[in-house]
């Protein structure tokens, strides 16, 4: 349940989602997990649609402050190999 509460927090629309919430009090950090689950999206670059997901790249962001505690998003950030351009380029 919190997890589609955080999605929506944070403004995602599928096929993106926070798959789970880590609170760390002790870290002073709350951390949310997200991910993409699909295997083809559009093209970046070009626009083109339905372009197949190539490889994903293990990324952090520090997001605004939660309350007092520091907030991360991580996330493996799928990149795509479009047939129409011929670029390679993260979604």
Do not use: N, Y
Not at 9 to 37: K, N, Y
Request: net charge negative; proline share 7%.
């Amino acid at each position: 349940m919190q997890e589609q509460l955080f999605t929506q927090a944070l403004g995602l629309t599928p096929p993106w989602a926070v798959d789970s919430v880590s609170f760390r009090p002790d870290e002073g950090a709350i951390h949310f997990e997200v991910s993409c689950d699909t295997a083809r999206l559009a093209c970046p670059v070009c626009g083109a649609a339905d372009q197949p997901v190539h490889d994903r790249v293990e990324r952090t962001w520090q997001h605004l402050h939660f309350f007092q505690f520091k907030a991360f998003i991580h996330c493996r950030v799928p990149r795509v190999a479009c047939r129409e351009c011929g670029k390679t380029s993260q979604a």
